[in-house]
Each structure stands twice: as structure tokens, then as C-alpha cells.
């Protein structure tokens, strides 16, 4: 083994325990191991330890509801929702009876965080009164995120008073490019929920082969800018007939390394990290949140009406505690 990598991995590692933050070069550096390496090995298992101690042991699993799956004119090109590629034949918008089932069944198979995921422009008045409702069907522990469109300081008062308990909203790799948006509309609402009560979650994401570690870094160091509460990476899977379609998936082996490189960089700032989409390899590595999801699907031109891929909770459930969490 390369011994300058692996004393900047015991540095980093020691320094994540203590609750140091590491900048930007020593992520970009750690990026850089070739995650089929003996290093990259080391990197995983000692970003593995480190969440064991920063985590407590704790997993959380993460249950996203696709609320509609209507053409979105924000035409993201890895989104099988954007309007111009014609993927979405028929729209669907589950029903309050839908999402009731799929609620209590997160409710009921140890999900902690239940999310109601919709397209850019959906009713944010709509989840609103939706929050409320379904508060009063599950146990007070599970808590209610919403993953929807941009908002101001105004409305993420009314999320919060509605029960919303935070928001995952994230600067995407190549914002504004291979997105529709302009990059400071995304960190305007980043800002808003920074400024209020709610929790931002916010991950690296859509993560393919193209994106340079340094774009890697950089997003993850907006994700702490913000605050988030839990940041993470999500590889992007490729929908056939999206502009990004005919990509590669990157490898398990570099989602472990990145989920083990944000895990170290975070130290005690961000205390869960996130792996979308689930990969032992990166649960000990110390991805410690992971998700289940049902409905609309931005990765897929079908809704699912069950768990996607058939990937259910008790699945996740058993990937944590082989990687050694408690899932609370
Ligand atoms: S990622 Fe969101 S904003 Fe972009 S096209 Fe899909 S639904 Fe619309």
C-alpha cells in the first residue's frame, strides 16, 4: 500500500473521530484512489469504523412516496419525468387513498423518514394539508420530509407548521446545464431552509462517470455550506430515452468510496450519510441512511405501485445491521 495515501486516510480518519472537517484538497485527494486499490479497501473500512463512532451505531432507512409522475418542463436530462422526452405516455397522481397505504406501510416496516417526493411544480398548499392528515397516522417517532419544488423563507414556515420535518433539496452535479435550472435558484431554497426550523438532506447526486472529483468535492462542500443534516451521494441510473440514458452506471466499488470519502469530510458536522442508490459495500463504508421507494420514480418510465425493484425495507433493514447499525 501507498504509504502517503495511507497516512492521509489515518489523518482524515483520526480527525473525522475528533469531529474535524476535512478541506477541499484532502477530499479531492481521497476521491482520487482507484476504488478497485488496496487503499480504496482501506479508505471503506476505516470510514466504516469512523461512522460507527459518529453515528453511535445508528441507521436510519428512508421511504420516498413518488407523488406524480406528470411530464416536468424543467426537462432534467437524466429525468424520465422531463417533458421532452416523451417517456411519461400516461400521467398518474396517486390518490390521498394510495398514499395513505404506502405510508402506513413505511409506518409500519422501521422507515424513520417518510418522503413525499412530486415534480418541480406540484401544489406545495396540497402537500401541506397532505402533512397534516398523515401525521395523525403514524407513530410520532417517523418523521415527514418533502422533495419538491423551490420555495421561499414564507413558505418553509408553513412546511414546518404543517409538521414537515425537512426538506431534501440539493444543488445537482452540472446544475444548469444538464438541469433546467439556474444554479442560485436551487441555493436560494437551500437558503430558505437553512434559515428556518426544518432540516435540509442533501446529497450529491445525480453522480455518473463524468463527474471530476473535483465536482464531486465541490458539491459536497455545498452540501455542508448549507448546513445539511445529512448529505450523502446518489449514483445516477440511467433511463433509456433520457439525454443521459445510454451512460454507465459508476461501479459499487466508487459509490462506497465516495460514501467513505463524505463520511471521513464530514466529521461530527453532518452526522448521517446517505447511499442511493443501496449498496452493502457502501453501508461499511459508512453510508448509514438508505432508501426505499415507491410511486413515481424519476429513475424509471413506470411507477411502481410497490417497492421499487422489489427492494423493500426489511431489505435495507437487514444491509444495515449486516454493515453492523442498529436501524432506529
Ligand atoms: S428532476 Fe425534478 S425538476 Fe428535473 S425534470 Fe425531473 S421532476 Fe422536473
Known sequence: MNDDIRLLIDRTAADCIEGKTAGRDTIVQLLGIDPLSEEADYLRAKAGHAAQIITGGEAYLWGAIGVDS??????????????????????????????????????????????????????????????????????????????????????????????????????????????????????????????????????????????????????????????AAISGIMARIPVPGTPLGDTEQISPERIAQITAVFRLAAGDKIRDICVHPPTPGAAFAGGNVTVVEMGAIPRDDKVSAAEWLGYTASDAKAMMEEAGYRVV
Open 70 to 227: 406528470v411530464p416536468c418542463s424543467m426537462n432534467c436530462r437524466f429525468c424520465s419525468f422531463g417533458e421532452e422526452w416523451g417517456l411519461v405516455k400516461n400521467s398518474v397522481v396517486f390518490d390521498d387513498h394510495d398514499i395513505d397505504r404506502q405510508v402506513k406501510l413505511y409506518a409500519s416496516s422501521d422507515i424513520h423518514y417518510i418522503v413525499l417526493r412530486t415534480t418541480e411544480f406540484y401544489s406545495i398548499d396540497e402537500l401541506c394539508a397532505k402533512i397534516r392528515r398523515l401525521k395523525k397516522l403514524v407513530p410520532e417517532t417517523c418523521e415527514f420530509i418533502l422533495n419538491t419544488g423551490e420555495f421561499d423563507d414564507e413558505i418553509a414556515a408553513k412546511m414546518y407548521d404543517a409538521g414537515v420535518s425537512g426538506i431534501y433539496h440539493a444543488l445537482r452535479l452540472r446544475e444548469g446545464i444538464d438541469t433546467g435550472f439556474d444554479p442560485s435558484v436551487r441555493k436560494k431554497t437551500m437558503q430558505a431552509v437553512k434559515d428556518s426550523p426544518l432540516k435540509l438532506i442533501s446529497l450529491v447526486e445525480p453522480v455518473g462517470p463524468e463527474h471530476t472529483d473535483e465536482e464531486l468535492a465541490d458539491a459536497f462542500l455545498v452540501t455542508m455550506e448549507y448546513g
